[in-house]
């Protein structure tokens, strides 16, 4: 796991290319960390039911063929209508533009925890400004500055930091899903997932919305890696089948594989027990 954190940093240090030299301050947010013993108290009520997927009658359906990396032309499109580019302001004042989160619910959006935190100097997010269909700045299909709460799998950096709990749940305080449309979520079994076709959209690069498809190449409890090929700022992308359903967030790669969080019972635990679901 210690090479995992080590690609996960290089990812993060191409990330602040996106540095802003200025700040269009975002909405303030509250962040809650893990409680152990609530981790503990986690009950698993069976089998849980798929979350579907919301298609806007407003919103046409974009295209998303089998291809290797494909620029999205058209990104106030569904499905990528419900995935946003997040511009960070952190506690440090440092400033970050170019990670990815997907709407999975009318209101909650899913990234990866360190999408949310300066690595440079440990603090977390203050204020998140969310681009959903994103061209420019000024060219995006809905921006999202009110209040948000977020939830995360782990204290990094300032205390533990775990890649197997590197996901963060973001509740925003609108209905947006109603313009956005967003993603459904599946809870798969290891083999519903390994060796299975998949496709990852998000904003690397530029950042540019892009998306690739490829194979789930590992499946551990927490994690799955995967061969989707990613960009510095894909970390928050969902990674998700034909039906528009969500099955991992990205979060990490090397040149050989990359790595996400599965989408799995202690994750749709928290977004239970605080109403989210
Ligand atoms: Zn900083």
Redesign the pocket.
């Known amino acids: 796991m210690k090479k995992l954190a080590a690609v996960l940093l290089a990812l993060l240090t191409a990330l602040s290319v996106f540095a802003l030299a200025e700040g269009d301050d975002g909405g303030e947010g509250v962040i809650h960390f893990p409680d152990a013993a609530q981790a503990d108290s986690f009950v698993s009520d069976g089998d849980p039911a798929d979350v579907d997927p919301y298609i806007p009658e407003t919103l046409e359906k974009g295209i998303i063929g089998k291809d290797d990396r494909v620029t999205v032309k058209k990104p106030k499109q569904y499905p990528y209508s419900a995935i946003a580019l997040l511009e960070t302001k952190?506690?440090?004042?440092?400033g970050y533009f170019g990670a990815t989160g997907f709407m999975v619910t009318e209101d909650t959006l899913l990234t990866a925890a360190h999408c949310i935190v300066?690595t440079?100097?440990?603090?977390w997010a203050k204020k998140i400004t969310f681009y959903f269909g994103y061209k420019s700045k000024k060219n995006s299909l809905y921006k999202y500055k009110p209040k948000w709460q977020a939830w995360v799998g782990t204290t990094f950096p300032g205390g533990t930091y775990s890649s197997e709990d590197d996901w963060a749940i973001i509740n925003l305080n609108r209905k947006i899903g109603d313009k956005t449309g967003w993603f459904g979520m599946r809870w798969c079994s290891n083999d519903e997932l390994m060796g299975h076709s998949f496709c990852m959209a998000g904003f690397g690069g530029e950042p540019k919305l892009s998306y690739a498809w490829g194979e789930i190449t590992n499946v551990w409890d927490k994690q799955i890696g995967f061969n989707n090929d990613t960009l510095p700022g894909n970390s928050g992308s969902p990674i998700f089948d034909d039906g528009y359903y969500a099955v991992g967030i990205a979060t990490s790669g090397s040149d050989t594989e990359n790595y996400g969080q599965r989408l799995r019972d202690d994750i749709r635990q928290v977004m239970v027990k605080n109403g989210l679901l």
């Open positions: 952190y506690e440090c004042g440092c300066c440079q100097h440990g603090k």
